[in-house]
């Protein structure tokens, strides 16, 4: 599933950066070979790493890109309501989103966990496991939320369920954060699996 969510992200940046266009279905098998060796590396915390803080950076470049947008452009000329929709999930475009901000939220606060010392109880470390994952799950809610409300007066009906490609095509930091999202996925496919 996460492969073929990245494929139109891939598709985007190889036609704007390299004027090539591929098939999804050719992008999806290109991806499944491809992510064959990362399947064998025997370290996989060196691989979440770099994988976490490309996450990471496009988990939260994106709602400043949106309000970035917003305050310089203005909210879309046709406004989106849940009721002039299709479907929900028009209205919210988290599809991919959802994907990226979930899993790099908890990480954020492992520090907070820190290493437990022999004297701490399991009460304490609980305590701090239930804080821990409150304000993961309270920072993926909000940036949720946020993407979400943001894509939606930003595009208004044209928002796709892809927000990253409601963006014209042209646009720079849409397209770097198509890549680095892309492949922060297809990093972390070894790891979820």
């Given at each position: 599933?996460?492969?073929?969510?990245?494929?139109?992200?891939?598709?985007?940046?190889?036609?704007?950066?390299?004027?090539?266009?591929?098939?999804?279905?050719?992008?999806?098998?290109?991806?499944?070979?491809?992510?064959?060796?990362?399947?064998?590396?025997?370290?996989?915390?060196?691989?979440?790493?770099?994988?976490?803080?490309?996450?990471?950076?496009?988990?939260?470049?994106?709602?400043?890109?949106l309000a970035g947008k917003l305050a310089t452009s203005g909210a879309?000329?046709?406004?989106?309501?849940?009721?002039?929709?299709?479907?929900?999930?028009?209205?919210?475009?988290?599809?991919l989103y959802a994907f990226t901000a979930q899993p790099y939220c908890l990480p954020i606060f492992f520090d907070e966990l820190g290493a437990s010392a022999p004297d701490v109880g399991h009460a304490v470390l609980g305590r701090r496991q239930r804080r821990v994952g409150a304000w993961a799950i309270a920072l993926a809610f909000a940036l949720q939320y946020s993407v979400g409300l943001l894509g939606a007066v930003l595009f208004g009906l044209g928002v796709e369920s892809n927000l990253l490609l409601s963006f014209a095509h042209d646009d720079i930091l849409a397209l770097w954060l198509s890549g680095t999202t892309a492949l922060s996925v297809c990093l972390c496919l070894p790891m979820n699996y």
């Open positions: 599933g996460n492969l073929v969510a990245v494929v139109p992200l891939l598709q985007r940046v190889l036609l704007t950066t390299f004027d090539l266009a591929v098939s999804r279905a050719t992008l999806v098998a290109c991806l499944s070979v491809l992510e064959l060796p990362l399947c064998l590396v025997s370290d996989l915390g060196a691989l979440g790493r770099g994988s976490s803080a490309l996450g990471l950076l496009a988990t939260l470049v994106l709602p400043l890109l879309a000329s046709e406004p989106l309501s849940l009721l002039s929709v299709p479907s929900l999930s028009t209205s919210f475009p988290l599809a």
